[in-house]
């Protein structure tokens, strides 16, 4: 596997992974996987509302890897969650995967009145030794201290909008602090940061690209970034990132830009329950 980081149940995962959010065209989430492959990537990362694990599946079954050989997240949707059917969620995502465990699965959304009793069910599937680990998606302070008060599993990753433009520093503390690890989703804040004068400069400098800058000043504030592409050139870039380093001064640049812009939309199903705030 590329570069790990332990998770605090002492899972190794991948730091940097493939998203595939969006990738439901024919054959375009199979192509996507084999050429992310083909270069060194081996955490894939999918949901249940992106509708194509099916496709992740076939992929992953195209490869003929052992199963030990790649990561595998999936993530429990809101529907099920207000349904109370997240463990038959869960089983259907298997099945369209094919596989007979995933290494992380997440809540994907904090849905008021109905998160506490999803992760009871998450930790059950964990316990069941179905689940290497279980996490979080697009949790706070305030909802991470609900499940660490209430329950007896801390969930092993939050993963999150994170990127230059929404620094989240209080937010990687509180995560730092209490051993979950966070996993940045949107890292390159679909493209909004990717042609400022700033990160030009420092690109520059490396010989590298804007999005290769962003990508490594999460690496080395221990985030693990999840870029989404079908591309191959741009599936390559976005890997080629561990082998150089910011310097301090270029960390606190970037760590200046922030905005509190925010890329990805509260779904619709919970813009009435939630705001900016919550999540």
Same mark, same amino acid.
């Given at each position: 596997?590329?570069? *790990?980081?332990?998770?605090?149940?002492?899972?190794?995962?991948?730091?940097?992974?493939?998203?595939?959010?969006?990738?439901?065209?024919?054959?375009? +989430?199979? /192509?996507?996987?084999?050429?992310?492959?083909?270069?060194?990537?081996? &955490?894939?990362?999918?949901?249940?509302?992106? $509708?194509?694990?099916?496709?992740?599946?076939?992929?992953?079954?195209?490869? !003929?890897?052992? !199963? %030990?050989?790649?990561?595998?997240?999936?993530?429990?949707w809101?529907?099920?969650?207000?349904?109370?059917? +997240?463990?038959?969620?869960?089983? $259907?995502? &298997?099945? =369209?995967?094919?596989?007979?465990?995933?290494d992380?699965?997440?809540?994907h959304?904090?849905?008021?009145?109905?998160?506490?009793?999803?992760?009871?069910?998450?930790?059950?599937?964990?316990?069941?030794?179905?689940? $290497?680990?279980?996490?979080?998606?697009?949790?706070? %302070? !305030?909802?991470?201290?609900?499940?660490? *008060?209430?329950?007896?599993?801390?969930?092993?990753?939050?993963?999150?909008?994170?990127?230059?433009?929404?620094?989240?520093?209080?937010?990687?503390?509180?995560? $730092? =602090?209490?051993?979950?690890?966070?996993?940045?989703?949107?890292?390159?804040a679909?493209?909004?940061?990717?042609?400022?004068?700033?990160?030009?400069?420092?690109?520059?400098?490396?010989?590298?690209?804007?999005?290769?800058?962003?990508?490594?000043?999460?690496?080395?504030?221990?985030?693990?970034?999840?870029?989404?592409?079908?591309?191959?050139? !741009?599936?390559?870039?976005?890997?080629?990132?561990?082998?150089? %380093?910011l310097?301090?001064?270029?960390?606190?640049?970037?760590?200046?830009?922030?905005?509190?812009?925010?890329?990805?939309?509260?779904?619709?199903?919970?813009k009435?329950?939630? /705001?900016?705030?919550?999540?």
């Amino acid at each position: 596997m590329n570069d *790990t980081i332990f998770l605090n149940n002492g899972v190794a995962m991948p730091r940097l992974g493939l998203g595939v959010y969006k990738a439901a065209a024919d054959g375009e +989430v199979q /192509s996507a996987i084999k050429d992310a492959f083909s270069v060194g990537y081996r &955490l894939i990362d999918t949901a249940s509302v992106y $509708r194509n694990e099916e496709g992740v599946g076939a992929a992953l079954k195209a490869l !003929r890897l052992p !199963r %030990e050989a790649y990561f595998i997240t999936t993530k429990v949707w809101n529907t099920a969650q207000r349904l109370g059917d +997240v463990e038959n969620a869960f089983n $259907r995502s &298997l099945e =369209r995967l094919g596989l007979e465990y995933v290494d992380l699965y997440l809540i994907h959304w904090p849905v008021p009145g109905y998160y506490e009793e999803t992760w009871r069910v998450l930790e059950k599937l964990y316990r069941d030794g179905r689940v $290497r680990a279980i996490g979080v998606s697009n949790f706070n %302070e !305030r909802q991470l201290t609900e499940i660490m *008060t209430n329950f007896d599993i801390v969930p092993a990753v939050n993963q999150i909008e994170y990127h230059p433009l929404w620094n989240r520093q209080n937010l990687l503390d509180f995560c $730092r =602090r209490n051993g979950i690890v966070v996993q940045a989703y949107a890292p390159l804040a679909r493209g909004a940061y990717l042609n400022r004068a700033v990160i030009e400069k420092i690109a520059d400098k490396y010989h590298r690209t804007t999005a290769q800058i962003g990508l490594r000043w999460l690496l080395q504030k221990d985030i693990c970034p999840i870029p989404k592409s079908v591309h191959p050139a !741009r599936i390559l870039s976005n890997y080629q990132i561990f082998d150089f %380093e910011l310097d301090e001064v270029e960390m606190q640049t970037l760590d200046s830009m922030n905005e509190n812009f925010r890329s990805a939309n509260i779904p619709d199903d919970l813009k009435d329950q939630l /705001s900016l705030d919550d999540i």
